[in-house]
T-cell receptor, first 117, second 116 residues
Framework: DAGVIQSPRHEVTEMGQEVTLRCKPI?????LFWYRQTMMRGLELLIY????????DSGMPEDRFSAKMPNASFSTLKIQPSEPRDSAVYFC???????????????FGAGSRLTVL | AQSVTQLDSQVPVFEEAPVELRCNYS??????LFWYVQYPNQGLQLLLK??????LVKGINGFEAEFNKSQTSFHLRKPSVHISDTAEYFC??????????????FGTGTLLAVQP
């Protein structure tokens, strides 16, 4: 398996622009997580899905952030409009259930580094 | 709700010396505990996990951790470190129904800086 795939790896945009980050989880995994990492706040859980359904979005900073998971193999995190304080590395991670899929273990993507000017 | 505390933000150590990275957690229910490592410009990679059973858990790259319920700790150890172990290490905790009803909470991380 290619692991969790995130795109783009790097994004530089101007304040006010829309940003869309994409994630393809590991095939067979049924839980998907979006984290944000900054020097000031460390790793923050933004939202997570189970079987494509959002379970907990209490970490989403504000209405400018939205996340979707239209099917088991794809998720997006959108920021509209973006602000400089959104600059961070955004990680997607997935997890399966049962011993076959490594239950209770998160597999992380390489991250998307976002810079908002 | 669970929380995890990593008291040391940075641990400098000389190559081939032993190291211990500290992690304490709080929870009102049974927990699962994890250590992840993050190398520069990369995602997080699982080092080891404690779900149940033996309290001494062995992971990759020669690392091990011991679950101590009375001390609510899960410290990470390695008897002899290498330059290549230089990275950020994260302790994490979740409740017993991970995924469907719980989430993984990370500590603030400890930078292990191995010097020659």
């Amino acid at each position: 398996d290619a692991g969790v795939i995130q795109s783009p790896r790097h994004e530089v945009t101007e304040m006010g622009q829309e940003v869309t980050l994409r994630c393809k989880p590991i095939s067979g995994h049924n839980s998907l997580f979006w984290y944000r990492q900054t020097m000031m706040r460390g790793l923050e859980l933004l939202i997570y899905f189970n079987n494509n359904v959002p379970i907990d979005d209490s970490g989403m900073p504000e209405d400018r952030f939205s996340a979707k998971m239209p099917n088991a193999s794809f998720s997006t995190l959108k920021i509209q409009p973006s602000e400089p304080r959104d600059s961070a590395v955004y990680f997607c991670a997935s997890s399966g259930q049962g011993a076959l899929y490594g239950a209770n273990v998160l597999t992380f993507g390489a991250g998307s580094r976002l810079t908002v000017l | 709700a669970q929380s995890v505390t990593q008291l040391d933000s940075q641990v400098p150590v000389f190559e081939e010396a032993p190291v211990e990275l500290r992690c304490n957690y709080s929870s009102s229910v049974s927990v699962y505990l994890f250590w992840y490592v993050q190398y520069p410009n990369q995602g997080l990679q699982l080092l080891l996990k404690y779900l149940s059973g033996s309290t001494l858990v062995k992971g990759i790259n020669g690392f091990e951790a011991e679950f101590n319920k009375s001390q609510t700790s899960f410290h990470l150890r390695k008897p002899s470190v290498h330059i290549s172990d230089t990275a950020e290490y994260f302790c994490a905790v979740s409740g017993p129904s991970f995924g469907a009803t719980n989430k993984l909470i990370f500590g603030t991380g400890t930078l292990l800086a191995v010097q020659p």
